[in-house]
Nanobody, 123 residues
Framework: QVQLVESGGGLVQAGGSLRLTCAAS????????VGWFRQAPGKGREFVVALDWSAVYVADSVKGRFTISRDNAKNTVTLQMHSLKTEQTAVYYCAATERKCGIYYDNREYNYWGQGTQVTVSS
C-alpha cells in the first residue's frame, strides 16, 4: 500500500505558474509509475502528465508548459505548471501504479490515488 497526498494547489492568474507536489508514504515512490490527472466540474478525469522508470508522457494540451519530475530522496513527484489558462481550472490528482509498460494516460492503469488539490486559474 502507498498513500498519496497532493499539495500546492491554489489560486493563480492566467499566465502564471504553480507547482504541485505529490508525497508518498508507506512505500518507496521509486517503485511506481506516477501520473497527474485533472477533473473540472462536470467533466471526466483527464490525463495531464506521467513518468515511469525511463520516460515521461505529456498530454498534447500541456506540452512545453507542464513538466514532471521525481525526487527519490524526498519520496515525492512534482508537477510544475507554467502559462496556466483559465480552462485548466480543476482538481488535480496524483496517481501511482506498479504496472510496467502501462498505458499511463489511462486512469484505469492506476490503483492508488491522492485526494486531489484544487487549482483555480483566474482571468
Amino acid at each position: 500500500q502507498v498513500q498519496l497526498v497532493e499539495s500546492g494547489g491554489g489560486l493563480v492568474q492566467a499566465g502564471g505558474s504553480l507547482r504541485l507536489t505529490c508525497a508518498a508514504s508507506g512505500r518507496t515512490f521509486s517503485s511506481f509509475a506516477v501520473g497527474w490527472f485533472r477533473q473540472a466540474p462536470g467533466k471526466g478525469r483527464e490525463f495531464v502528465v506521467a513518468l515511469d522508470w525511463s520516460a515521461v508522457y505529456v498530454a498534447d494540451s500541456v506540452k512545453g508548459r507542464f513538466t514532471i519530475s521525481r525526487d527519490n530522496a524526498k519520496n515525492t513527484v512534482t508537477l510544475q505548471m507554467h502559462s496556466l489558462k483559465t480552462e485548466q481550472t480543476a482538481v488535480y490528482y496524483c496517481a501511482a501504479t506498479e504496472r510496467k509498460c502501462g498505458i499511463y494516460y489511462d486512469n484505469r492503469e492506476y490503483n492508488y490515488w491522492g485526494q486531489g488539490t484544487q487549482v483555480t486559474v483566474s482571468s
